[in-house]
């Protein structure tokens, strides 16, 4: 398999609507006679809603169809607590990272006091059901983890740059989906409608959340070749 980190928005998804929902994480390219490419994604930095929740995305899943090497995403966008916001304040928080993400590397910019200067710049109105810090962390996190792996080639290196941390081993990027994935298949009748077979999809792998933001919820990527349909689960295990 060939591993790409951080392909474009443009290249993963056709709906513009998920811009600042989902975050490209990496490409995988499979070894098949298609050159079928997939993409790890992540929803991280925003909190769910399950009576939104529909048969293609939930709290546990998303189900994108493979359209042209690119994700279809057919759920429900309401299922994100927020999404309105997101839309209104993700293009701001691109512009001021693409004018000062090399100033906030070099001063090696904390979480906390990056979230307190970037409200200021922000046309806010409050929602409870919003939670902006956590939002705000997750795109900082993500995009000072992007820009060091562009200028620095270190990947997951965030908590070594900006919070002092000492430099892990180096990560594969994909890891082999583990036992714990033996819990989600028992619970598999609960936690995925009946149009959702584990059986017919192919265990691709997982990355790990904290190793491209500080949250924990790991991505597991698998396919089913027949009808063309990825499932992203979210793994807290």
């Known amino acids: 398999m060939k591993i790409t980190l951080y392909p474009s928005f443009e290249n993963v998804f056709i709906d513009k609507q998920l811009k600042g929902i989902f975050y490209p994480l990496c490409a995988v390219k499979l070894n098949d006679e298609q050159q079928t490419q997939l993409f790890f994604v992540s929803s991280n930095g925003v909190w769910t809603n399950e009576e939104n929740q529909s048969d293609n995305n939930s709290d546990i899943y998303t189900k994108f169809t493979l359209v042209d090497n690119k994700y279809q995403f057919n759920g429900n966008i309401e299922l994100y607590n927020g999404y309105e916001i997101v839309q209104d304040i993700f293009h701001l928080l691109e512009l001021d990272f693409a004018k000062l993400g090399n100033e906030y590397l070099t001063n090696k910019t904390k979480t906390a006091d990056y979230i307190q200067q970037?409200?200021?710049?922000?046309p806010l109105t409050e929602n409870l059901d919003f939670d902006l810090d956590y939002y705000l962390q997750t795109f900082y996190e993500y995009s000072i983890n992007k820009l060091n792996y562009q200028l620095n080639n270190e990947f997951g290196a965030f908590r070594k740059v900006i919070d002092g941390w000492k430099q892990t081993e180096k990560s594969p990027?994909?890891?082999?989906?583990?036992?714990?994935?033996?819990?989600?298949?028992?619970?598999a009748e609960e936690l995925f409608p009946k149009n959702i077979n584990l059986a017919d999809y192919e265990k691709i792998g997982q990355v790990i959340g904290c190793e491209f933001f500080?949250?924990?919820n790991d991505s597991l990527l698998l396919y089913n070749p027949q009808d063309k349909t990825v499932l992203i689960v979210n793994n807290y295990l």
């Open 118 to 122: 970037i409200k200021t710049k922000l």
């Open 173 to 187: 990027i994909i890891y082999e989906i583990d036992e714990e994935f033996e819990e989600i298949e028992i619970d």
């Open 214 to 216: 500080t949250d924990g």
